[in-house]
């Protein structure tokens, strides 16, 4: 038998633009907000949204807005692992929500990425980072149309995929038979946000214990890009009496990137493969078989890549756990080692 409560749903939806021609100010944004957006009717009770947008400048060339929403009095199962049927109405209602910012009522909708959830007794948190892409949405609404009007120019219509303003990329033809032109490459910047949420825990560690399970146990291992360096001490954010998230910020200086944002594949792979390795270090022993994580969420401009992941931890993912998640998991009271006499403090993983 299930038994249900009435819990709280909490969405968080973080949209990021890339390579846009004119980046608008906050200021811009908010009154396009206010002007354009209206969420539509949902298949879980109507989400309200209980702060303002916020807007976040990547670069000359691109931005995210980040808006978060909650649903009150929805029947969710008071067994976390019964929860897969109000899951799939969330990812339906955030399905929604992203249709509804970026797309005409009438059009096709796009199915977004997956988001990750963490259940406390009484609540469902979930989050989403959506990359807009070219050609993802088929009828821009009037508030990424508005968005997108800078990134054509000349008052061209973004309702297109091939925008007729835009010119036509002429070929440039190979010098000699069999032979291409390769593309032009800059030393660009690789920064790599990782988030990691710790849900179900019977314990929840404090800020100062996580960070002296960090400078006991962690320690980088190394990478297939330059070894990345991380250049924020972690941050930790306790979500309810239950769990809790850390996030750190890595950065990787020198890396051969493509002066064309589009032909940068190969570098994405390889960033892929260092936040994989980042991730195992942190949660697995050396040992272990290495555990494939989520995608991340790839910005690319002129001299950048900024690469974002959020991992759920979840039972049964990592089949040796480190030191740091073993204590994580374990009772902390026994767990956190005490820094030696004279030992220097750190906030973050050897480099």
């Keep these: 038998m299930c038994f249900c409560s009435n819990g709280t749903v909490v969405i968080f939806i973080r949209i990021a633009f890339p390579d846009l021609k004119s980046v608008p100010s906050e200021s811009e944004v908010l009154?396009?907000?206010?002007?354009h957006l209206d969420a539509p009717g949902m298949l879980l009770n109507r989400p309200v949204m209980v702060d303002n947008i916020t807007y976040e400048k990547l670069s000359d060339s691109s931005f995210a807005i980040t808006q978060r929403f909650e649903i009150t009095d929805v029947s969710i199962s008071e067994n976390t692992e019964l929860r897969t049927e109000?899951?799939?109405?969330?990812?339906?209602?955030?399905?929604?929500?992203?249709?509804?910012?970026?797309?005409?009522?009438a059009a096709n909708p796009f199915t977004f990425p997956?988001?990750?959830?963490?259940?406390?007794?009484?609540?469902?948190?979930?989050?989403?980072?959506?990359?807009?892409?070219?050609?993802?949405?088929?009828?821009?609404?009037?508030?990424?149309?508005?968005?997108?009007?800078?990134?054509?120019?000349?008052?061209?219509?973004?309702?297109?995929?091939?925008c007729p303003c835009k010119p036509t990329p002429i070929p440039v033809a190979p010098t000699q038979p069999g032979a291409t032109t390769a593309p032009a490459t800059i030393n660009g910047t690789v920064v790599i946000f990782i988030r990691i949420a710790f849900p179900d825990l019977k314990s929840?560690?404090?800020?100062?214990?996580?960070?002296?399970?960090?400078?006991?146990?962690?320690?980088?291992?190394?990478?297939?890009?330059?070894?990345?360096?991380?250049v924020d001490n972690i941050t930790y954010e306790k979500l309810s009496d239950s769990s809790f998230a850390i996030t750190q910020r890595f950065e990787i200086t020198d890396v051969s990137i493509s002066e064309n944002t589009e032909l940068r594949t190969e570098t994405n792979n390889l960033i892929q493969d260092t936040l994989n390795n980042l991730l195992n270090g942190i949660l697995s022993k050396p040992a272990a078989?290495?555990?494939?994580?989520?995608?991340?969420?790839?910005?690319n401009t002129p001299?950048?890549?900024e690469?974002?992941?959020?991992?759920?931890?979840?039972?049964?993912?990592?089949?040796?756990?480190?030191?740091?998640?073993s204590a994580i998991l374990a009772d902390l009271a026994t767990t956190v080692a005490p820094?030696?006499?004279?030992?220097?403090?750190?906030?973050h993983p050897s480099q």
Aim: contains cysteine.
């Design 86 to 105: 109000t899951n799939n109405l969330i990812q339906d209602t955030l399905n929604n929500l992203l249709n509804g910012i970026l797309s005409k009522p």
């Design 339 to 347: 820094t030696p006499t004279g030992a220097p403090a750190s906030n």
């Design 204 to 230: 929840v560690p404090s800020e100062s214990e996580v960070l002296q399970l960090a400078n006991t146990h962690l320690d980088a291992p190394g990478m297939l890009l330059n070894r990345p360096v991380m």
């Design 307 to 325: 690469a974002r992941v959020e991992y759920v931890y979840k039972e049964g993912d990592i089949s040796q756990p480190s030191d740091f998640l």
């Design 303 to 305: 001299d950048q890549v």
């Design 114 to 162: 997956e988001a990750n959830y963490i259940n406390t007794p009484d609540q469902v948190e979930a989050r989403v980072e959506y990359v807009y892409k070219e050609g993802d949405i088929s009828q821009p609404s009037d508030f990424l149309s508005a968005i997108l009007a800078g990134r054509f120019g000349n008052h061209c219509s973004p309702s297109t995929h091939r």
């Design 289 to 299: 078989n290495p555990f494939t994580f989520p995608e991340a969420n790839y910005i």
């Design 31 to 35: 009154q396009l907000a206010n002007t």
